[in-house]
C-alpha cells in the first residue's frame, strides 16, 4: 500500500540529501512498491535523482509526477539485500515541480 505526502515532508524524508554515489548495480532487478501504486523493478535505465543515508529517491518509470523514497536493506554485504518502499509524493502543482528543481538544483 503506497502512502503519498506532501512534497515538503517528502523532501524532509530523504534527509541528508547528496549526489547518487552508491554502485545500485547489486540491486538491478530487484523489485520495489511505487508511489504510483505498481511494482517496478529497480534498472540502469532508472533515474535516481538523489541519495539520503541508505535511501534513494526515483520518479516513477510510468509516471514522471510520482517520485518514491526507496530504502536499500541490506543483511550482508553480499548478494542478500532488499528494496523498501518508505513513503512518496505526487508532484500536484507547479510550485512543488520548482520546489524539487531548486532541491536538485543545489546537489549540483
Not at 27 to 40: F, K, M, R, S, V
Request: charged fraction near 20%; hydrophobic fraction near 40%.
Amino acid at each position: 500500500m503506497t502512502h503519498l505526502i506532501p512534497m515538503e515532508k517528502f523532501l524532509i524524508k530523504v534527509g541528508r540529501a547528496m549526489h547518487n554515489r552508491m554502485d545500485l548495480s547489486p540491486y538491478w532487478a530487484q523489485p520495489y512498491q511505487c508511489a504510483c501504486g505498481l511494482t517496478h523493478r529497480l534498472s540502469p535505465a532508472d533515474r535516481i535523482l538523489m541519495q539520503g543515508f541508505w535511501r534513494v529517491v526515483t520518479p516513477c518509470p510510468d509516471n514522471e509526477t510520482h517520485f518514491s523514497l526507496i530504502k536499500i536493506k541490506m543483511f550482508s554485504f553480499k548478494a542478500n539485500s532488499s528494496l523498501v518502499y518508505k513513503t512518496g509524493t505526487k508532484i500536484g502543482s507547479e510550485c512543488e515541480m520548482q520546489l524539487l528543481l531548486a532541491m536538485l538544483s543545489m546537489l549540483r
